[in-house]
């Protein structure tokens, strides 16, 4: 499964950046989708994600302010993020798990919040 990620790029704190996520294969054989990201010096950590019902997780950090949403005409994932900080700066992945507990992984795209 190849994940497409797109959106990333460098903006001021407090504004709006949205990524977009287009698996190759058709988005209903993923039982989640999602986004991660590792900031240098850091983990991985698990951002945000949603079940192919709509069921939403985010980590605390970003509650209020991010939005992960699934469009399953277009065969999308989305991550609307708002009231961007510095501490956000991070390359973002898109994961997507199939119902063998899969994970697919997209290359990453880079976020850059400067203060």
């Known amino acids: 499964v190849q994940l497409q990620a797109s959106g990333g790029g460098l903006v001021q704190a407090g504004g709006s950046l949205r990524l977009s996520c287009s698996p190759s294969?058709?988005?209903?054989?993923?039982?989640?989708m999602g986004w991660y990201r590792q900031a240098p010096g850091n983990q991985r950590e698990m951002v945000a994600t949603?079940?192919?019902?709509?069921?939403?997780h985010y980590v605390d950090s970003v509650k209020g302010r991010f939005t992960i949403s699934r469009d399953n005409a277009n065969e999308t994932v989305q991550l609307q993020m708002s009231s961007l900080k510095p501490e956000d700066t991070a390359v973002y992945y898109c994961?997507?798990?199939?119902?063998?507990?899969?994970?697919?992984w997209g290359k990453g795209t880079l976020v850059t919040v400067s203060s």
């Open positions: 294969e058709r988005i209903f054989r993923f039982i989640r």
């Open positions: 994961n997507a798990r199939n119902d063998k507990l899969m994970d697919s």
């Open positions: 949603i079940s192919n019902g709509g069921i939403t």
